[in-house]
């Protein structure tokens, strides 16, 4: 656990040796584990957290926004020395809200399927994350891995790299939990107007896919064009972390590696 100074322990790894530091904040719903292929092939040490609500950590009772994420965000960031930062989803959401309040904080930021920016997310994300949670509060393992195998593509659920997915994922939510306070944050925004974001002094690569309601690529869109110095890459498909894993790494490391 690492003591943050804003209360709220949070539950992190290290690894790799060296500069630079670049943090690694995952989406809803998921942690560590998920965010960590996404980071393989970086150099420097790599920094991956959970965020309140997320596995073990300890959280205060009450429902959060992205304010509160990008704190915890700040906080792993600042007591690591982290220069860059990579964000997935909800993870994406909070590192706009950081980068909003403090436009200068890093020097290179990965924005991977960005769901929310000064739109809240439709219905498709809450009815997701409201399943999810009432299949954890009755504890019914079916039906929590129905709902886990919709992010892996059809063609693909089948497979034994699907079925061990599914099964670290439900053993990890069925011992830890998610908390209740993350039911509202697919009704809200990560910032209040994206023109805040245009005083951004990090190089920064948005990664969006096509046909994904969670993740639209409408979204990957408008946060490249606040973003100064971003560059948009677009999957042609859903779900790139499946069917794209190595392109999708190397993508990643070739830009955070580069001078």
Known sequence: MLGTPHGVPLEFLVTGVGDPVTVFAHGLGNGIAETRPLGSSVIGRRVFFQFRGHGRSAAPAGHWTYADLARDLRAVADLTVATRALGVSLGAGALCRLLADDPGRFDKVVFF???????????????????????????????IAAVLSQEIPPSLRNNPSAWSFLRQRMEQLMNDGLAPGLASLPDQVAV??????????????????????????VVAEQLTAALPKATLHVYDKPAPLWTHRADLRDRIATFLNAD
């Open 192 to 217: 209040a107007d994206r023109s805040a974001l245009a005083g951004v002094a990090a190089r920064a690569l948005v990664i969006g896919c096509q046909g994904d309601d969670l993740h639209p690529v």
């Open 113 to 143: 399927l960005p769901a929310v920016l000064d739109t809240p997310r439709a219905p498709a994300a809450r009815e997701r994350l409201t399943a999810l949670l009432d299949a954890l509060a009755d504890g019914d393992a079916a039906h």
